[in-house]
């Protein structure tokens, strides 16, 4: 058996987008310089983790508790994003490609860190599609460690040898790489270089499966 496993903000939906905006918001209210370039070092990072990183330009010191009302000050913005999501934010490309997949005999799952990924998925009507997910509430330690991965791969019953990954974060390509699974990179990820192979577009995963 083989297995195509995707990460799921700035691949499958461009809700990449929505944590940068939330991000910033939660930033600008801090009075913490953020941009694009930090925010790319957020990609593939847990909620926690990544408020350190955009803690790091602040020159106060916070309490775990003043960083966890952050964390949920900024999660509760994104997910007001979500709600506006539906089928519409995935394209006929992603659906066509997922189908081909599966007719080709691949399984298929999701592997993200985020903690929504069941709920976007089910916004876009994807939540079916995919024979397994493995997200945030299922891992210890998020990317660039290979759990999640491992986690797909092992709800799916398919070796990590036998798994592609794609991905559009550093953190997860090398996440996939050590999990000995062949790795894809669309996006920021194609910057470093450390992916198997590198994307234009979606549909060109059929040419290398
Ligand atoms: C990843 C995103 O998919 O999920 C990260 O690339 C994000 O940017 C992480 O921090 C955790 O997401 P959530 O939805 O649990 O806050
Ligand atoms: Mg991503």
Redesign the pocket.
Known sequence: MKAVIF????VLVFT?KF?FKAWKALADELGIYFDEAINNR??????ME?LEIVLERSDKTYTEKEKLAFAAKK?EI?RGYLTAMTENDVTEEVRCTLTKLKEKGYKIAVG??????KLILEKVKLLDVFDKIAD?NDIQK?KPDPEVFLKAAEFLGVEPESCYVVED?EAGVIAGNRANMKTIATGDAKQSKLANYEIQKFSDILNIV
């Open positions: 990460d799921l903000d700035g990449d944590h957020l990609r593939g990072v847990s909620r990544s999660n994104y993200s860190s985020s903690k929504n990924a945030g998020s974060a």
